[in-house]
């Protein structure tokens, strides 16, 4: 049974930093695309940023510049370090391996002024 576990949240100050881990387990994602989301209060879920397993990660413009994807495939973890945090960036933050349709229990990112 494949399985993402993420870790890494926590409350942060504003300008602060903070960087998440998503390991996955039952499976390689070696040759797979990945993702990150975050789903703030009262709102959907938001796509953050994604790691191809060949070409270079996309992010939208609230984030672009600021958090940055990354991957180990031995370790079978996907990161993503997110520096300048702003108030509006407190969500639960979710991993996701689309290919297979998993996600993970999530991980809250508390970004205090």
């Known amino acids: 049974q494949v399985q993402l576990v993420e870790s890494g949240g926590g409350t942060v100050q504003a300008g602060g930093s903070l960087r998440l881990s998503c390991a996955a387990s039952?499976?390689?994602?070696?040759?797979?695309?990945m993702y990150w989301y975050r789903q703030a209060p009262g709102k959907g879920r938001e796509f953050v940023a994604n790691?191809?397993?060949?070409?270079?990660?996309t992010y939208p413009d609230s984030v672009k510049g600021r958090f940055t994807i990354s991957r180990d495939n031995a370790k079978n973890t996907v990161y993503l370090q997110m520096n300048s945090l702003k108030p509006d960036d407190t969500a639960i933050y979710y991993c996701?391996?689309?290919?297979?349709?998993?996600w993970g229990q999530g991980t809250q990112v508390t970004v205090s002024p």
């Open positions: 790691s191809p397993w060949m070409g270079s990660p």
């Open positions: 039952g499976r390689s994602f070696s040759r797979y695309e």
């Open positions: 996701n391996f689309p290919a297979l349709g998993i």
